[in-house]
């Protein structure tokens, strides 16, 4: 989780500082983030949308609320989410 949280400090960063940040371990973020996603880097744009998708149907908050889940696992499911979407955007990102 710290990368994504890095790659989400990096991004507000590069809003700040218009965009001109390439921080030396951003390998390893794009590589934490296919493994957060689980698929290859040589994964297709669609294989890594589904892949995406699929995480987030499974750990979607307002889904394991309905399940009546802790809300401790609710807390944990939003930073699970926020990891996914995290990963999805500097893949997409980097691949443009």
Known sequence: M???RFAHQQHQYQGQAG???AGPSSATQ???AYRILGVEKSATDAEVK???RKL???HHPDKLVSKGLPEEMIKL???KTQEIKGAYELI???RK
């Open 2 to 4: 710290a990368s994504i």
């Open 19 to 21: 965009g001109h940040y």
């Open 30 to 32: 794009l590589t934490d």
């Open 50 to 52: 589904r892949a995406y």
């Open 56 to 58: 987030m149907s499974q």
């Open 77 to 79: 499911a939003k930073e």
């Open 92 to 94: 997409m990102k980097t």
